[in-house]
């Protein structure tokens, strides 16, 4: 049985305006209040958004898409794949880029509980914002932990890991470098460290060095890698994504080095169009088309009440250049 | 004096609902009412949005982006520059790839014509939609005739044209390719033709062949010119974007030719990824920031009924890698 606004007024001993008022985030509200409404929504399982929508009549009909860069290819063409499924569903998508722009992310999540938008797919990076955890609003996340109600679409990164550990080895590297983005405990892509360090064992030397992924690195960043690269005799680099990987692969072909034959460089992401342009950069692919489509599906599960399916994780290819 | 809709129903002599149903192709109409409501707002230079927007008593806040493929850099780096300044301006984006889709692009000119968006930008290939030769809505295009009623921002394609010319003649090129995307006669980007072969004058041999800018050139289509360049040793060549550039460039090497010392080759673009990716390409640099600002003025001039100026030309600028 669906729950109602008024089973969870009257379960938190409120009034239904004050119920909808909590959700929304309108007018000035206790904490003692608020805690109180959410522990019967909780408690009830009771979706809001559904109620709302009911109420306003008809859908909004557009879904927004939060993503640190639509200019980093793999977004790109993350972005492009819902926008063409999302269409054909009859629905239309609002995009926003929040790198290290915590503020837009808030109003994105605004338009959400004002019903401007029906859901939001997110892969943000700005993990600090307390606004998802009080939102029980149709959310879903692309690999990155949001908060415990948002629930993640995945890939599976331990495999991604272990694959380029595996490359690396077979083709003789003994001095390794990853280049990490994502320091977070929480995130999906934390498993792409285990699965890497798990495949390389305790046979080679690694080094490891973090990098923010929101923004590119900078020519004097790329620079000190490469300095480091050459002085440490490294012969085998993880770059955290292949925007970073051809970067550093220009730097050091420039500097000298051949590439592949001295120096492996793996990149992550396999978007279509570096895979069109760097045909010789190895990299792991992520299934960019499954993964708009999963989300879509969790998505619209969450907007229509329904259980949203979450445990698997989508498998990636390795990409070899031959 | 700013037209009302009363003064367009008088002159065509029909209702003012009759007015609203045209306006909003709403209802069944005679094509002879139609016209006659057309022709008096045409009269009057009556600009439906403003009313409408005024009788729904707020604004959506949202623009509507109509691009080919925002997979291809350059659309990408403009959509995402547009979507920074609509977003400091309190207006949201959504987005629609257009690519050989005439009936999502229609869709898209009837959430204008209802409203649900305030204006659109678009640089869509799809010239032959005779709904936007019958609308007098906010819309500002990118380089493309839509039609006699929608007014252009255009970059100087002329001179670009003109410095891929001289670029080539410079290096010593005598048999060139050009590689064109783009055969409409009413486009600005067919300036570029213009500017390349009077730069060129008669001092050397020029061929042309044509492709479908909409879809990105497959790989027998990239053999089929590797061959031609191969066997009409072809020593210079322009390609129509970036990513034809960069394509050419790896098969041609792949091919045993030595890039650039044999051949020459000069994209066109310029966007912030293609440049940090590929600094060994020459290319003309478009002014995709300046240009995003641009669109943004003219469609706001539009929104609010004062004149769009839009007959200068935007500055290029020829990278020459060292």
């Known amino acids: 049985m669906v729950s109602k606004l008024s089973d969870v007024a009257e379960l938190a001993g409120v009034s239904v305006t004050t119920v909808s008022r909590v959700i929304n985030s309108y007018g000035s509200l206790s904490q003692k209040t608020i805690d109180k409404v959410h522990a019967a929504m909780r408690e009830l399982h009771y979706q809001p958004n559904a109620m709302a929508r009911s109420l306003q009549g008809k859908s909004s009909q557009f879904i927004g898409l939060i993503f640190p860069d639509i200019q980093n290819p793999f977004f790109t063409s993350l972005a492009n794949e819902i926008e063409q499924i999302l269409f054909d569903k009859g629905y239309k998508s609002i995009i926003a880029t929040s790198a290290n722009n915590v503020e837009k992310e808030k109003q994105y999540l605004e338009m959400l509980a004002a019903n401007q938008v029906e859901g939001i797919i997110t892969s943000s990076h700005n993990l600090d914002i307390d606004a998802y955890s009080n939102t029980y609003l149709p959310i879903v996340s692309y690999d990155r932990f949001i908060s415990d109600t948002v629930p993640i679409v995945r890939e599976d990164n331990y495999r991604g890991g272990q694959l380029i550990g595996e490359y690396l080895l077979k083709n003789g590297a003994k001095n390794i470098l990853m280049l990490s983005g994502d320091s ?70 420039k500097a000298g080095k051949r590439i592949p034959e001295d120096i492996r460089i793996v990149g992550y992401d396999g978007s279509p169009i570096v895979q069109l342009l760097h045909p010789d950069l190895p990299t792991v692919v992520q299934p960019i088309r499954q993964a708009a489509q999963r989300l879509i599906d969790v998505l619209f599960a969450e907007i229509n009440n329904q259980d949203p399916v979450v445990n698997d994780v989508l498998p990636i290819t390795f990409y070899n250049p031959k």
Chains 1, 2 share one sequence.
């Open 184 to 253: 977070s405990s929480q995130s999906p892509t934390t498993k792409r460290y285990e699965g890497f360090t798990a495949a390389l064992g305790d046979k080679v030397s690694l080094s490891i060095q973090e990098f923010n992924s929101n923004s590119w690195p900078t020519t004097s960043e790329i620079d000190v890698i490469v300095n480091d690269v050459i002085q440490q005799n490294i012969d085998g680099i993880y770059a955290y994504n292949d925007i970073m990987a051809i970067q550093l692969q220009n730097a050091l072909r």
